[in-house]
């Protein structure tokens, strides 16, 4: 299992060196091989996230592509290894316990139940938790890193997931300019025609695009389904002529490709469920949080003994339990003092799931997630992601 490394080798200290470069400030160290002098002379710094796209991917299936070999470096992701703590590190520069946003799932205790953080949802009625008492800024409580930049900042998202509650608060919708796409062929366009109409501004510019389809096929496909291949083919030959095209029309620009995190295939005979064990269901509180890499369980007081033996006895074999005050003494989630909020969202024990083994819940009239990849651990193929640079 791979601790993420937040003193100089992670996801978090490369947004230090842009946040220097920015002309902001981080409590984390810049990334040990890429510091912010390696931007002074850029004008432009364009960060693009391809969700999804670990290091060992690429080091497997595309070792000969122009993209890996301009890899400057190998990182960590963050603790869990996952879009929604990963993303939230993007947009504020900051770990998972400074930002408390620590997965899909999490529980919100001032609401009382558990969330889809990302889309900003009720778990378990799918409904909007932003309504004219319930606000996305007082729940989350966090500072956007677009705040703290000099110059302009520009983002790129899916149509489908801009605009909602959780980007109008990690985003700062004031202080940049966000932009929607509907394909692939329009991500890039986008990027390229914004790049060109600043290109003669005294401003510096960040811009920070962001592609999710190549996880959402390795979730549905499996990493190794030649469809997955197939669309990371199609992603590659875009990026090639996209870097060729913003060599002629702005030099200055400084390129860096990254993930979130990578991804692992889990065959069905190692996807596990919590129905299945309803000794174990029996000492719980909640629901499960978290993610099926690293479910989060929250105990009845008078239950936990019960519940320790019984992962010792019968499911020690997928995964090692942490008690979640632990995990934050070791600094799994970051090195700082957490935000008040962080605690009470990872529950009173994290179940770090060995080799490809998931854990799953299921609230009423949900389906079993049968995802074939899967994320939110601690192996190589998750916590590995690349920087490339152009």
């Known amino acids: 299992m791979i601790k993420p490394n937040y003193e100089n080798q992670s996801i978090v200290n490369l947004m230090s060196t842009i946040l220097t470069h920015m002309g ?8 040990e091989n890429f510091s912010s002098e390696k931007l002074t002379e850029a004008k432009n710094v364009l960060l693009l996230v391809v969700d999804g796209m670990g290091y060992n991917f690429l080091s497997k299936y595309f070792p000969k592509s122009f993209l890996f070999q301009n890899v400057k470096t190998k990182m960590t992701s963050i603790f869990p290894s996952t ?24 529980y919100l205790r001032e609401l009382g139940l558990i969330s ?17 008492t319930v606000s996305a800024q007082n729940i989350l409580k966090i500072e956007s890193l677009f705040n703290q930049c000099d110059g302009n900042q520009f983002v790129f998202l899916p149509k489908e997931i801009a605009g909602n509650p959780y980007g109008n608060v990690v985003l700062s919708q004031t202080s940049q300019c966000s932009y929607k796409y509907g394909s692939l062929k329009s991500f890039f366009k986008t990027m390229l025609k914004v ?3 600043n290109n003669k501004s005294q401003s510096s510019n ?4 962001y592609w999710p389809n190549f996880d959402s096929s390795c979730h549905s496909k499996g990493v190794a389904h030649p469809d997955t291949q197939n669309h990371f083919t199609l992603l590659l030959n875009h990026l090639e002529k996209f870097i060729h095209s913003i060599k002629q029309i702005s030099p200055q620009t400084k390129i860096l490709i990254t993930a979130d995190h990578g991804l692992i295939d889990t065959p069905p005979e190692r996807m596990l469920f919590l129905e299945d064990h309803p000794e174990l269901y029996k000492c719980l509180t909640l629901p499960l949080s978290g993610e099926p890499r690293a479910p989060f ?8 003994a019960q519940f320790e033996a019984y992962i010792q006895k019968n499911l020690s074999f997928a ?6 005050e632990d995990l934050i003494a070791a600094n799994y989630f970051g090195l700082f003092p957490s935000h008040p909020k962080f605690e009470e969202r990872i529950g009173d024990y994290v179940f770090l799931m060995r080799d490809n083994y998931i854990f799953n819940d299921r609230l009423e009239g949900e389906e079993r997630n049968l995802h074939i990849g899967n994320h939110g651990g601690l ?10 640079v152009f």
Do not use: C
């Open 116 to 132: 889809t953080i990302l889309p900003f949802h009720n778990r378990a009625t799918g409904y909007s938790l932003q309504t004219k």
């Open 379 to 388: 192996s190589e193929d998750e916590m590995f992601v690349p920087l490339i």
């Open 319 to 324: 995964g090692d339990l942490k008690k979640g």
């Open 206 to 209: 960040f811009l920070l695009g």
């Open 83 to 106: 879009t929604a703590a990963a993303m939230t590190t993007f947009y504020t520069g900051l770990a998972p316990q400074d930002h408390a946003i620590p997965s899909w799932f999490t």
């Open 195 to 197: 790049l060109k109409k």
């Open 24 to 31: 902001g400030h981080s409590p984390y160290r810049e990334l």
């Open 297 to 304: 369980f929250y105990v009845r007081p008078a239950k936990v």
